[in-house]
């Protein structure tokens, strides 16, 4: 038996009605959903337990498995996941297409939505790409949607990666350049890189130390009076080398060009609120996100926003507290984990080869493996192939 990563929550959508079922013409599942009474012992799972398949006569199968038309036995689960598990393909007959090109392990068939959508995707089925990445996220690789490439001025750009909002005063494809009126280095990626021109003639110096507009080089002007600087509005003072002093409005900088740290916007505006507290969309599992893109997300989440419960533990990123994700309660031979609607536990997924049970516990004797040095259960035991004298190592 192979390892899989596509797990399906279920392959129809079934109801649960709040005043039971109709005992007359509805099978109730064990969760409290309804399914019409012919569906039950259909061979094929209706209820998301799998509950409608359990105690049927003529079935050689056990509570939780499906039956292939061609007489074998397949985990529940791996009913209506997308890959044909029988030999005759039976467990794909009827099934709702899994419309989840490639970037999300689960479907959701009663809300007809993918969870956890992976490769920096989002959307009902992963179908677009997320802010900040750009590309096709329907053709299904992990390479689908790349980072927008802005040289830090924008997190947009359109499908095919071409820059769009550029800030801090640049522009082009790539946001490579300064706008008209500005000068520097846009590709240096900082908010100051595009700082206005100076006026004519004010970067020039005469033989007797002033400026073109007869200031002196200590800073005063031809009276004694502090010049004026170009401190896009920040600061009203500088130094012999036109160098902004005492920057307010949480900027900082040469020209007060930059915002502090834990500010962002573009102080090249000149108004007292360019600069304003990061407010990061991360779910309150990071307090980092420059550009907008959440680092070092905590509390076992991940992504761009911290959005998505690392592997290896289940549960709802997006609730906003450090207990959202917890770990499942999987042997190591299982790294994933999914909620099943009704049941007080998660259901563990993706059993390395020779493994089975709940909780990838037990060994598929059918298939020919037995328990070594103890079994799944003992710290260093395993599940071999009958004739394998050792386990694998690691």
């Known amino acids: 038996m192979t390892m899989f990563w596509v797990v399906v929550l279920a392959c129809l959508a079934v109801q ?13 599942c064990t969760n409290g959903f309804c399914i019409d009474k012919s569906r039950r012992c259909n061979g094929i799972f209706e209820c998301l337990d799998f509950s409608d398949e359990d105690n049927c006569l003529g079935s050689k199968c056990q509570p939780g498995e499906f039956l ?59 179908e677009k790409c997320k802010p900040g990445f750009y590309g096709n996220a329907e053709v299904g690789t992990m390479e689908d949607c790349k980072q927008c490439e802005c040289n830090g001025h924008s997190m947009d750009c359109d499908i095919t990666g071409k820059c769009e909002n550029c800030g801090h005063n640049t522009e082009g494809e790539k946001c490579e350049s300064c706008r008209p009126g500005f000068r520097g280095d ?17 970067d020039e110096k005469d033989a007797d130390g002033k400026d073109a507009d007869g200031k002196d080089a200590d800073g005063k002007d031809a009276d004694g009076k502090p010049k004026t600087c170009d401190c896009n509005g920040h600061s009203t003072e500088c130094d ?52 907008g893109v959440c680092q070092d997300c905590q509390h076992h989440t991940t992504g761009v926003y911290c959005e998505t419960c690392e592997p290896g533990y289940y549960g709802k990123a997006t609730g906003q507290t450090p207990n959202d994700c917890k770990k499942c ?35 598929d004797g059918e298939n020919g493996f037995e328990a070594l040095q103890g079994g799944p259960t003992a710290p260093n035991g395993c599940c071999v192939r009958r004739g394998v004298t050792d386990c694998p190592s690691g």
């Open 68 to 126: 292939c038309t061609s007489g074998e036995c397949i985990f529940g689960e791996l009913r209506c996941n997308g890959s044909p598990d029988c030999p005759d393909e039976s467990d794909e007959d009827g099934c709702v297409k899994i419309l989840c090109p490639g970037h999300s392990f689960i479907y959701n068939a009663v809300t007809k939505t993918c969870m956890s959508c992976q490769h920096n995707t989002q959307g009902r089925n992963c």
């Open 186 to 202: 846009a590709t240096k990626g900082t908010a100051g890189d595009c700082a206005p021109n100076s006026p004519d003639g004010t």
């Open 329 to 363: 309660p999987c042997s190591p031979r299982s790294i994933m984990c999914i909620e099943v609607p009704g049941e007080a536990q998660p259901k563990c997924m993706g059993c390395e080869d020779g493994y089975l049970g709940e909780k990838c516990d037990k060994c």
């Open 240 to 291: 012999s080398a036109g160098k902004c002093k005492d920057c307010k409005d949480n900027t900082e900088g040469n020209m007060c060009e930059k915002c502090k740290t834990g500010y962002t916007g573009d102080p090249t505006k000149g108004t007292p609120n360019d600069c304003k507290p990061n407010q990061c969309r991360c779910n309150k599992h990071s307090d980092t996100c420059p550009d």
């Open 16 to 28: 649960a009605s709040s005043e039971g079922c109709d005992s007359e013409k509805e099978f109730e």
